[in-house]
T-cell receptor, first 117, second 109 residues
Framework: GAVVSQHPSWVICKSGTSVKIECRSLDFQATTMFWYRQFPKQSLMLMATSNEGSKATYEQGVEKDKFLINHASLTLSTLTVTSAHPEDSSFYIC?????????????FGSGTRLTVV | GQNIDQPTEMTATEGAIVQINCTYQTSGFNGLFWYQQHAGEAPTFLSYNVLDGLEEKGRFSSFLSRSKGYSYLLLKELQMKDSASYLCAAMDSNYQLIWGAGTKLIIKP
């Protein structure tokens, strides 16, 4: 089945630094990828929709200058958390649509646990 | 507005059956998903319903009533490993997933 590889699985960074999270579709082409954030004991919150070759669409309240999304190819999307602060500590998950898959489109990466100290 | 409601937490006994309900209101509708999420992990796909009725897949079944905006996930022969959060998500007319807050299922021996 469709696989989405997400790296790193976890990262600890100092406040003020930037962190890049990669999401790759391994055996299908993903024209669209979704980036979610999940705080403890809460559900997934869609941050942005990443479209290959064009600008990402951000959800209301998400700072596009802080959460930089690049989707330069059909198999790779990256999320960069710039000038990270402790309140950015969260679980970040990407998802891509594979219309040929048996999950009716949505495959998730394994997630990235970000801790900002 | 768009909204998904599901219970926050449920408790059940190993070997028993549990039903997790979900009601939804979306702008258009293109299907209802159920995902399982263990703590610290990404969600994994369980089921997808777009037509009314019951879909059975092993110990798990999912039901949909489009007219009532209602779905449930039925888990049979509960095992300890079924302890997890179960997320209900509806796909709207733009094919975007609208997520519920998740139901934490606690299985007791």
């Amino acid at each position: 089945g469709a696989v989405v590889s997400q790296h790193p699985s976890w990262v600890i960074c100092k406040s003020g630094t930037s962190v890049k999270i990669e999401c790759r579709s391994l055996d299908f082409q993903a024209t669209t990828m979704f980036w979610y954030r999940q705080f403890p004991k809460q559900s997934l919150m869609l941050m942005a929709t990443s479209n290959e070759g064009s600008k990402a669409t951000y959800e209301q309240g998400v700072e596009k200058d802080k959460f930089l999304i690049n989707h330069a190819s059909l198999t790779l999307s990256t999320l960069t958390v710039t000038s990270a602060h402790p309140e950015d500590s969260s679980f970040y998950i990407c998802s891509a649509r594979d219309l040929a898959g048996d999950s009716h489109g949505y495959t998730f990466g394994s997630g990235t646990r970000l801790t900002v100290v | 507005g768009q909204n998904i409601d599901q219970p926050t937490e449920m408790t059940a006994t190993e070997g028993a059956i549990v039903q997790i309900n979900c009601t939804y209101q979306t702008s258009g509708f293109n299907g209802l998903f159920w995902y399982q999420q263990h703590a610290g992990e990404a969600p994994t796909f369980l089921s997808y319903n777009v037509l009314d009725g019951l879909e059975e897949k092993g110990r798990f079944s999912s039901f949909l009533s489009r007219s009532k905006g209602y779905s449930y996930l039925l888990l049979k022969e509960l095992q300890m490993k079924d302890s997890a959060s179960y997320l209900c998500a509806a796909m709207d007319s733009n094919y975007q997933l609208i997520w519920g807050a998740g139901t934490k299922l606690i299985i007791k021996p």
